[in-house]
């Protein structure tokens, strides 16, 4: 396959398909511009959420704003809790001898953590995720347009009445930040985290099915962690590789000649990021999930300036739903009676992951 090609679908774009130019092009903002990030471009538009959407250098002191509260540090600091949170679910489910993941524990572990770090009402969570999957895997019971502005118009009364406050929670950090030497807008507030919203409940949510959907069908994969539960630090780098689910894109900044290719301002490029983990020249045999590559090369979280900020937290609720279940239900399969099936769009699902295992075979870990 080229390593560029075009595709008449989605409004017409680029794409890449190899782990060399996903790379290169996820940093290369001076000629692959953030401003709009996802195709059709027609809805890629709508999404004018900071910092995301604005290029380096302008959109450095609204990331710090963000990076602030998801630094290893601050993560580190509720390490605790995320484990907490994550052995009770995990708990409450093992006599039961049977769960859908993806609902079950795949949709209420990140959120809880998110809503916990921003401190908004757990009750808000189910619309704000459907705002949400409006933007990333659009059903058509809302545009796209609208889904953007039903966030923004939530967050901001939450903005504004946390502007001068002194709690420690994320959106109280990011209101009272500055932007140079003045402080934030009410718009830009509100806006700023509404993409934190966009970025919290949704991708950990859908990348936490695919990774148990391979444990649930390949019992040789668990087992290993099971036994050597020190691989599973590893084992996370290499399930981030293998799962990617995220397909950003960016905007060709001005016409040019790149790779042999005449491209045109204002063409847009998708940058697949399982195509980067799935790329022989960068992993030799791809398909196979081992915990023993030298290296596991991917672009899961981009690259360049608009590196997510949230991979770090990501690792680590990853990392911890591993250690936690396999204490405990180290043995589990998919339901023979299910059929598994996937959504697509900017980010990839697992609709449903409906597993099993014997109770007899579980442990309460205490």
């Known amino acids: 396959m080229p390593e560029l090609v075009w595709t008449p679908r989605n409004g017409g774009h680029w794409m890449a398909t190899t782990g060399r130019l996903i790379s290169h092009i996820f940093a290369d903002y001076k000629r692959f511009s953030s401003r709009v990030l996802f195709v059709p471009k027609e809805n890629g538009e709508h999404h004018q959420l900071p910092p995301s959407t604005i290029d380096p250098p302008t959109h450095r002191p609204y990331r710090a704003l963000i990076t602030n509260g998801l630094s290893p540090r601050g993560v580190a600091a509720i390490e605790d809790r995320i484990r907490t949170m994550a052995a009770s679910l995990i708990e409450d489910l093992r006599p039961n001898g049977r769960c ?67 709690g420690t929670d994320l959106i109280t950090g990011i209101v009272n930040g500055k932007v140079g030497d003045r402080a934030l807008t009410p718009k830009e507030a509100a806006e700023l985290c509404a993409q934190v919203l966009v970025g919290g409940v949704d991708t950990v949510v859908n990348m936490l099915s695919f990774i148990m959907l391979h444990f649930a069908t390949h019992p040789e994969s668990a087992r290993e962690l099971v036994e050597t539960p020190e691989l599973i630090g590893i084992a996370v780098e290499e399930l981030l590789r293998r799962f990617p689910i995220i397909s950003d894109g960016r905007e060709i900044a001005g016409d040019m000649e790149f790779e042999g290719v005449a491209m045109k301002a204002g063409e847009m490029i998708v940058l697949p990021t399982v195509l980067h983990g799935l790329d022989e020249n960068e992993n030799p045999d791809p398909l196979t999930v081992s915990f023993h590559r ?73």
């Not at 739903?321 to 980010?347: H, M, N, Y």
Request: aromatic residues 10%; charged residues 20%.
């Open 100 to 166: 859908n993941f993806t609902t079950d524990y795949a949709e209420q572990l990140p959120v809880r953590i998110f809503m916990n770090m921003v401190d908004l009402p757990m009750e808000d969570a189910p619309k704000i995720k459907y705002w949400v999957d409006q933007t990333t895997r659009p059903d058509g019971t809302m545009n796209y347009a609208d889904a953007i502005a039903a966030l923004v118009s939530y967050m901001a009364p939450w903005t504004e009445a946390r502007r001068g406050g002194l």
């Open 294 to 366: 030298s290296t596991a090369n991917h672009s899961t979280f981009g690259n360049g300036a608009h590196k997510c900020p949230g991979a770090h937290l990501a690792r680590v609720e990853i990392r911890i739903t591993l250690e936690e279940w396999f204490k405990r239900i180290p043995v589990f399969s998919v339901d023979p009676a299910a059929q598994i099936t996937f959504s697509c769009g900017v980010v990839g699902c697992v609709d449903r992951l409906p597993l099993i295992w014997d109770p007899a075979t579980t442990s309460d870990a205490a």
